[in-house]
């Protein structure tokens, strides 16, 4: 048997602002958009090209979940972005307007630097050892 992840829920203030950062800033691509009745949309968001897991955007409804946005994991680094172009993509990404929380540094595992998304949860921005 065979199995993988693949979507994660990201819990979000707005589905259209959350689109518009991912897609601008970022350069995620708008997968699916669907409107599934009673203000609530199945919208599937990606990084250009990728072929793994995608991101599910969650409207938060109950107060639980508007306190959740921006802190899925729970001020730590909660999601993980790979490229194989980190200077390039770097730059890009601070030209658009990307919060880095650091400067790029350099691991065992590869160059890394932690940025926030609009709502401020954390990611790792990193190129892995080849």
Known sequence: MTQTIAALALVVRDYDETIAWYTAVLGFELLEDTDMGGDKRWVRIAPRGSTGTVLLLALAKSEQQKVA?????????????????????FAGMKARGVKFLEEPRNEVYGKVVVFEDLYGNKWDFIEPRK
């Open 69 to 89: 946005v921006g802190q899925q994991g729970g001020g730590r680094v909660f999601l993980f972005l790979h490229t194989d172009d980190f200077d390039g993509d």
